[in-house]
């Protein structure tokens, strides 16, 4: 084919050139992403593990520890995780690690209730350095938990034998260490009981023993045995807790441990213990004057101190040892106050005047008026004007009209205005200003848009446990929550008109209340009084099913208690009796009804089993304190926003009751446990039970209080009725 005159003469040497200048450019595009510096796996590590071994409960934190090793160039990045009930919420923890840096993180997460495992990632920028799987164990709702921290665990735990639960599941007991336990004690809902044994407990950082000691104003008990160590072991837990302070080491008779030990076996000879002198709480066994074994209350919980080993050989696998350990280590009460199904809070949460449903006779007058617009009124102007065949073009403006004007009082009815509805249960004890708070934070928008949100203070954020009804049709599983203080939720995306609600847990400080309380020929007296600086509103003490209403308490305050216990087969609901009967109408809403909504949902909250349903009885073994406040438990910071605070507070406050003379124990004041059972078939639920042929073994207990029983009659009531067979 002959060249065209005005093209360039092509040469061999010149393709040469071209195939060079091509495969040039075809070796840089692959070369090039080689190029750009990518670390080596060996310059970077990371190792992760659960904490309490990593045992926990749906609703309740479980903390990951991530140490990071860098011997390469700096990082600053993200550790990140999926976790939440629907195993969708993302946690995340900003990270800075130097060069030649060895660092630990802790991540906080809710775990799933299906699924065993959780993967901690480690991201730069968009980039994902490194990924690490953790293990973890879920467990029952109202199993108790002992975790032992000793020398020689398994001596312990092979000892333990306390009685399952209502739910007929065994005591869980493990082993841990110190550096087991988190800083946070909001991570410490798997626990209930607490063993420590020839441990030192300098091991344990400046935050566990903070977190140690709400720990046990929350609830939790804390038993300290004697060993091999001796006194120094305990060097790090104050007196603040301690019923006495060891001392020295002596030789003590068996005898004198017959008191908590019950019979004593035949074996039974003169062992060491650690004594002291008492600081304060109970004795349990003493020679002379010194203190072999005590029992100190804290707020709600207790530590108690046993001067000698309790897995001597003649101790250890007798029923000595079972009486000590079911006496120390008391049933978990119901389900305490982990929440694994929070969809009565979810809809206090929801419960605003902005989300109510418009007033019926509103929407029946706003038809009527289109109605007549449309049709008569419409028709009759256009026949005066003579312009009939307007009708085409008017209808279309009218129903355009019509649809703004809608659109605009629809808008006026929710309002201009972010709103924040809190709705926080917070936990503590009379004599104890620390105090454990699960809030749920609704966050309102009049439009559909997206939120910055930041908490200070630090609390742990998560997804509500049952989930998000009220996101309008965002996905409302989504939450991108970055731990630290503040606290913050990322991209928070809200429905227009919608409610987005999201949980936090922190510790708090909570008002300062003192009681006294004790029951006496079967009536329930006492005192409450109000030591703090804030009001406590509508406060109620509720035992059982018997509910005392008193009148505010003003700072300084004293309230007396004086009524008699009635135990109820059918009875009026506790929210009923705490709070008041409500007949509820969205349509007629207001800040009163919804208000009263609101209280009725947290006391039912309560008092509800997610395996039973409503128990109509608070999940504490004695007296009560509810109180209520309108106070923000925790600030909420929205990014160039100020929102409208609206919040409902309940203070829930266990105490403790003395028990004297003649005492009648209805069935709201008496706890059962199957003990053992060969029948073919066995169910037992709080108030009933059924099994086939065979035998059932139950112990029945009164509610615990300070003090001695002894039995006269027991009257055991089949049926309904009023009367039963003593």
Do not use: C
């Not at 503590?428 to 200070?456: C, D, I, L």
């Amino acid at each position: 084919m002959r060249r065209h005159p005005g093209l360039p003469r092509i040469t061999l040497r010149s393709l040469r050139a071209v195939r060079i200048v091509g495969l040039l450019a075809v070796l840089m595009t692959t070369l090039l992403p080689l190029a750009t510096p990518v670390r080596a796996a060996e310059d970077l590590t990371m190792e992760t593990r659960a904490l309490l071994g990593g045992h926990a409960r749906v609703g309740t934190w479980i903390a990951i520890s991530v140490r990071l090793k860098n011997d390469g160039p700096a990082i600053v990045g993200e550790l990140r995780l999926a976790g939440g009930t629907q195993g969708q919420t993302r946690f995340g923890t900003p990270v800075d690690v130097p060069s030649n840096a060895d660092q630990t993180y802790v991540l906080y997460a809710q775990p799933p209730a299906f699924g065993n495992t959780l993967e901690v990632i480690l991201v730069e920028g968009d980039r994902t350095l490194l990924s690490s799987k953790v293990n973890y164990q879920i467990h029952d709702p109202g199993q108790l938990v002992v975790a032992v921290i000793a020398e020689n665990p398994e001596r312990i735990v092979n000892s333990v034998g306390s009685l399952p639960n209502r739910n007929q599941v065994a005591p869980l007991v493990i082993g841990i260490t110190p550096e087991d336990l988190p800083a946070r004690v909001e991570a410490w809902g798997l626990l209930d009981r607490i063993i420590w044994q020839d441990v030192d407990s300098e091991r344990l950082e400046i935050p566990q023993r903070a977190a140690l000691q709400a720990w046990i104003a929350g609830g939790g008990r804390l038993v300290i045995s004697g060993g091999t160590v001796g006194p120094r072991s305990m060097s790090a837990f104050p007196d603040t807790l301690l019923p006495y302070r060891p001392a020295v080491t002596a030789d003590v008779p068996a005898s004198t441990l017959r008191g908590i030990l019950g019979t004593l076996p035949a074996a039974a000879t003169t062992l060491p213990a650690l004594t002291g002198s008492l600081i304060d709480g109970r004795i349990l066994a003493s020679v002379g004057d010194q203190v072999v074994a005590a029992e100190r209350s804290y707020g709600s919980g207790a530590v108690t101190i046993l001067g000698f080993d309790p897995t001597v050989d003649w101790i250890a696998g007798t029923d000595a040892a079972r009486n000590l350990w079911r006496r120390l280590l008391p049933e978990r009460t119901a389900g305490g106050l982990t929440i694994s199904d929070d969809t009565l809070l979810l809809n206090a949460v929801s419960q605003l005047p902005a989300l109510a449903l418009p007033p019926i006779g509103g929407l029946f007058a706003l038809l009527a008026a289109y109605i007549l617009l449309i049709g008569p009124l419409n028709y009759l102007v256009l026949k005066r004007l003579d312009r009939r065949e307007w009708a085409w073009a008017t209808m279309p403006v009218l129903i355009i009209a019509f649809a703004a004007g809608a659109y605009g009082i629809g808008a006026a009815l929710r309002g201009s205005e972010v709103i924040v509805h809190e709705v926080a249960i917070v936990r503590g004890a009379p004599g104890a200003s620390e105090g454990a708070a699960q809030v749920y934070m609704g966050v309102f928008s009049p439009s559909r848009t997206t939120y910055q949100v930041r908490v200070p203070g630090g609390a742990l954020l998560s997804s509500p446990i049952a989930g998000d009804f009220f996101g309008g049709n965002v996905n409302v599983a989504a939450l991108d929550i970055l731990q630290g203080d503040p606290a913050g939720v990322r991209d928070l995306a809200v429905g227009f008109g919608s409610l987005r609600t999201i949980r936090a847990e922190s510790s708090v400080v909570i008002p300062l209340v003192q009681t006294d309380f004790r029951l006496e020929n079967g009536r329930l007296r006492g005192t409450v009084t109000n030591a703090s600086d804030e009001r406590l509103d509508r406060p109620a003490v509720v035992l059982g099913q018997t509910v005392a209403l008193l009148q505010d308490l003003e700072p300084g305050a004293v309230a007396t208690v004086d009524i008699a216990v009635q135990g109820r087969q059918f009875s009026t609901s506790l929210a009923d009796l705490i709070v008041g009967q409500a007949f509820f109408d969205e349509s007629t809403a207001n800040a009163e009804t919804s208000q009263t909504f609101v209280r009725r949902n947290m006391v039912d909250q309560l008092t509800y089993d997610p395996n039973f349903g409503s128990t109509n009885l608070l999940p504490a073994d004695g007296p009560v304190v509810i109180a209520w406040g309108s106070a923000t438990v925790l600030p909420i910071e929205i990014a160039s926003e100020e929102p409208r605070y609206v919040g409902d507070v309940l203070y829930y406050l266990p105490a403790r009751v003395r028990i004297s003379g003649p005492t009648t124990f209805p069935s709201d004041l008496i706890r059962s446990t199957a003990v053992e059972a060969d029948a073919f078939f066995f169910s037992k639920e709080p108030q009933s039970m059924s099994f086939g042929q065979g035998s059932v073994t139950v112990a029945y207990r009164p509610i615990g209080f300070e003090g001695t029983i002894s039995a006269t009659a027991v009257t055991i009531n089949l049926g309904y009725g009023d009367e039963g067979q003593d």
